[in-house]
Antibody, heavy 120, light 110 residues
Framework: EVQLMESGGGLVKPGGSLRLSCAAS????????MNWVRQAPGKGLEWVSS????????DYADSVKGRFTISRDNAKNTLYLQMNSLRAEDTAVYYC?????????????WGQGTLVTVSS | QSVLTQPPSVSAAPGQKVTISCSGS????????VSWYQQLPGTAPKLLIY???KRPSGIPDRFSGSKSGTSATLGITGLQTGDEADYYC???????????FGGGTKVTVL
């Protein structure tokens, strides 16, 4: 079974840092692009970042560019999101999602999400 | 303000049909495939439609997708109470060099 499991969320003060992890299982992790998507409480989905299978291509939403860093360890089947200079508006559930669509971007499956709360 | 525009809500009686529109521009929908996601209350989103009109295995054919120009549409026929959820369209935006989603549409079964 294809599974993604996020961890690393929690409460952090504004200006602080946090690193999220996403453990993948049930598929060839190194063959797929991966993404982070977030959802603020009561709000819609917001794409955050994507990384290609070999890390050749990396993209970020303007809202996190320069503060967040996506990375992956294909040997450990794990995706990461290093979040620095956190702001209140970064408060959200963060999902990792595989991109199985070779010709375009789509997201499946999604992990269960990990909540990040930025508050003093 | 989302890059893609969806109606906030739609509703219909059980067994009826609903359609959800998703409007974009030439930098996103106009030149890229569209996908649709269902988010049941308290759960993670699930892929319903990819590449405009394809259904992943396990998704019933009551769900359909189409695209024309810079707009896309999700259709749900034979509406069931279990279909009550938020639905999101998504695609890539070439100008932003990033993924974009609609604001989401809440489907209510009357």
């Amino acid at each position: 079974e294809v599974q993604l499991m996020e961890s690393g969320g929690g409460l952090v003060k504004p200006g602080g840092s946090l690193r999220l992890s996403c453990a993948a299982s049930g598929f060839s992790f190194s063959a797929y692009s991966m993404n982070w998507v977030r959802q603020a409480p009561g709000k819609g989905l917001e794409w955050v970042s994507s990384i290609s299978s070999s890390t050749t291509y990396i993209d970020y939403a303007d809202s996190v560019k320069g503060r967040f860093t996506i990375s992956r360890d294909n040997a450990k089947n794990t995706l990461y999101l290093q979040m620095n200079s956190l702001r209140a508006e970064d408060t959200a559930v963060y999902y990792c999602a595989r991109d199985p669509c070779s010709s375009t971007s789509c997201y499946s499956p999604w992990g269960q999400g990990t909540l990040v709360t930025v508050s003093s | 303000q989302s890059v893609l525009t969806q109606p906030p809500s739609v509703s219909a009686a059980p067994g009826q049909k609903v359609t959800i529109s998703c409007s974009g521009s030439s930098s996103n929908i106009g030149n890229n495939y569209v996908s649709w996601y269902q988010q049941l209350p308290g759960t993670a989103p699930k892929l319903l439609i990819y590449e405009n009109n394809k259904r992943p295995s396990g998704i019933p054919d009551r769900f359909s997708g189409s695209k024309s120009g810079t707009s896309a549409t999700l259709g749900i026929t034979g509406l069931q109470t279990g279909d009550e959820a938020d639905y999101y369209c998504g695609t890539w935006d070439n100008s932003l060099s990033g993924g974009v989603f609609g604001g989401g549409t809440k489907v209510t079964v009357l």
